[in-house]
């Protein structure tokens, strides 16, 4: 690897870790996120232009925070205006400085409430839904225009404007950068569990491009699974999300083989599974179980959390308690009703009560349902060759390559067409 690649890589790493923290901290200084995204993103640029040539600052964070506050102090002072936040901004530079810019990590307290507070802000009521998530996956998750509109199905150039006018909405409603508290803060919960739940999402099996994973997003989707646990702790359906995405997230590493092939569930090494996620996930699961057994509800996170368990808990594929899951699936259904559940409730039952009991499940879900989507016809495939009827599977895989956006999965599911194809040429 060439220099000129390595300092362009640590720029990434640099930019996709901190970003979050960044124009958290900068929105809190300024209070309009607009200014602190560009703020940050004049940071980036300067990185981009003076690390090439000047090497790798020691603490590439600080680096990007002081250059991103002396370009804010800058604006204000061009400006003319907002005197007393150009002194704040200079007092935060000339504290910074004195203090030689410590570890931002070593900041938790500001740091850690800056992304919080910068969720909550993306989450603000006056956003559509649509706006929350990707102004939230923006901000927070750090993703690039282009990713999100894939994301979303929706042209780049439409998905900006959607971004824009979310924070020019937020500016114009003088949305408050503080944490919500009381009825309010309960009220965007929601849609906080729901947009975190999303980040993670995206990082986990990715909605396009070459990989099958982003490791980093699934990591800042836990991480702040866990900081809002930390934030309401009573709330079981919040220590549900935080068990949710610590123990899907400790199989990522199994996801992959040494080749970087993907590997579903049932074929993965269970000994490459991250034990201290898992523990976590399952600590974080009781104490939700605790609250629940005194009255607290719950919903679609702790369910799904409680089926994840299942899994986590088997030493092997085998050892699956499917008829659990099976039973977990029929309650989320009811709770949460909708074709993905309905999906993943086929999967159980086929595993459960035998590929016939899946098939039946599937074929109450409408076709147009999940019209762009692998999901259906990959499933269906998948109980299809559980069944052992390999031509209509190879066929069903067949459908699903063509709709998947994402390469990896591409590939994997070509090769489960393939493979059904060779068996119906084998046994003819």
């Given at each position: 690897?060439?220099?000129?690649?390595?300092?362009?890589?640590?720029?990434?790493?640099?930019?996709?870790?901190?970003?979050?923290?960044?124009?958290?901290?900068?929105?809190?200084?300024?209070?309009?996120?607009?200014?602190?995204?560009?703020?940050?993103?004049?940071?980036?640029?300067?990185?981009?232009?003076?690390?090439?040539?000047?090497?790798?600052?020691?603490?590439?964070?600080?680096?990007?925070?002081?250059?991103?506050?002396?370009?804010?102090?800058?604006?204000?002072?061009?400006?003319?205006?907002?005197?007393?936040?150009?002194?704040?901004?200079?007092?935060?530079?000339?504290?910074?400085?004195?203090?030689?810019?410590?570890?931002?990590?070593?900041?938790?307290?500001?740091?850690?409430?800056?992304?919080?507070?910068?969720?909550?802000?993306?989450?603000?009521?006056?956003?559509?839904?649509?706006?929350?998530?990707?102004?939230?996956?923006?901000?927070?998750?750090?993703?690039?225009?282009?990713?999100?509109?894939?994301?979303?199905?929706?042209?780049?150039?439409?998905?900006?404007?959607?971004?824009?006018?979310?924070?020019?909405?937020?500016?114009?409603?003088?949305?408050?950068?503080?944490?919500?508290?009381?009825?309010?803060?309960?009220?965007?919960?929601?849609?906080?569990?729901?947009?975190?739940?999303?980040?993670?999402?995206?990082?986990?099996?990715?909605?396009?491009?070459?990989?099958?994973?982003?490791?980093?997003?699934?990591?800042?989707?836990?991480?702040?699974?866990?900081?809002?646990?930390?934030?309401?702790?009573?709330?079981?359906?919040?220590?549900?999300?935080?068990?949710?995405?610590?123990?899907?997230?400790?199989?990522?590493?199994?996801?992959?083989?040494?080749?970087?092939?993907?590997?579903?569930?049932?074929?993965?090494?269970?000994?490459?599974?991250?034990?201290?996620?898992?523990?976590?996930?399952?600590?974080?699961?009781?104490?939700?179980?605790?609250?629940?057994?005194?009255?607290?509800?719950?919903?679609?996170?702790?369910?799904?959390?409680?089926?994840?368990?299942?899994?986590?808990?088997?030493?092997?594929?085998?050892?699956?308690?499917?008829?659990?899951?099976?039973?977990?699936?029929?309650?989320?259904?009811?709770?949460?009703?909708?074709?993905?559940?309905?999906?993943?409730?086929?999967?159980?039952?086929?595993?459960?009560?035998?590929?016939?009991?899946?098939?039946?499940?599937?074929?109450?879900?409408?076709?147009?349902?999940?019209?762009?989507?692998?999901?259906?016809?990959?499933?269906?495939?998948?109980?299809?060759?559980?069944?052992?009827?390999?031509?209509?599977?190879?066929?069903?895989?067949?459908?699903?390559?063509?709709?998947?956006?994402?390469?990896?999965?591409r590939a994997v599911l070509q090769r489960r067409a393939d493979e059904?194809?060779?068996?119906?040429?084998?046994?003819?």
């Amino acid at each position: 690897m060439s220099a000129q690649t390595a300092t362009a890589e640590a720029i990434v790493t640099a930019w996709r870790a901190e970003s979050a923290r960044l124009v958290g901290a900068l929105t809190r200084m300024t209070r309009d996120v607009e200014l602190a995204e560009d703020l940050a993103q004049d940071a980036l640029v300067a990185a981009l232009e003076q690390w090439p040539t000047a090497g790798l600052p020691a603490n590439p964070a600080a680096w990007l925070m002081t250059t991103a506050k002396r370009r804010g102090i800058d604006h204000f002072r061009r400006a003319d205006t907002l005197r007393r936040k150009t002194e704040e901004l200079g007092h935060a530079q000339r504290r910074g400085e004195e203090e030689q810019m410590p570890d931002l990590e070593s900041q938790v307290d500001y740091i850690e409430d800056d992304v919080l507070r910068l969720i909550f802000l993306s989450c603000h009521p006056s956003l559509t839904p649509e706006s929350r998530a990707a102004l939230t996956l923006r901000l927070v998750g750090g993703l690039t225009t282009s990713e999100i509109a894939r994301g979303f199905l929706a042209a780049e150039s439409a998905m900006g404007q959607r971004i824009s006018r979310a924070k020019k909405t937020l500016s114009e409603v003088g949305a408050d950068f503080d944490l919500p508290t009381g009825a309010d803060r309960d009220q965007r919960l929601d849609d906080v569990m729901a947009v975190i739940y999303l980040v993670f999402n995206e990082g986990y099996a990715a909605a396009a491009g070459e990989q099958w994973m982003r490791p980093d997003l699934a990591n800042e989707g836990i991480r702040l699974a866990r900081m809002l646990a930390a934030l309401a702790p009573t709330e079981p359906e919040v220590l549900g999300l935080q068990a949710l995405l610590e123990i899907q997230g400790s199989r990522m590493a199994a996801r992959l083989d040494e080749h970087g092939v993907p590997v579903l569930l049932e074929a993965q090494d269970r000994t490459r599974w991250d034990q201290l996620l898992v523990r976590r996930g399952l600590a974080a699961l009781q104490r939700a179980q605790g609250l629940a057994a005194r009255g607290k509800p719950v919903g679609k996170y702790f369910l799904q959390a409680s089926i994840a368990a299942q899994h986590a808990r088997a030493t092997r594929a085998e050892d699956t308690d499917w008829h659990r899951i099976a039973r977990l699936y029929d309650i989320l259904a009811q709770a949460a009703p909708g074709p993905i559940v309905e999906v993943n409730r086929a999967v159980a039952h086929g595993r459960a009560f035998g590929p016939a009991a899946g098939l039946a499940v599937l074929a109450d879900v409408g076709a147009d349902q999940l019209a762009d989507s692998p999901l259906l016809p990959s499933v269906r495939g998948d109980l299809l060759e559980l069944a052992g009827r390999h031509a209509d599977a190879a066929a069903a895989f067949g459908e699903a390559v063509t709709r998947t956006r994402n390469d990896a999965e591409r590939a994997v599911l070509q090769r489960r067409a393939d493979e059904n194809l060779a068996r119906v040429s084998k046994s003819g």
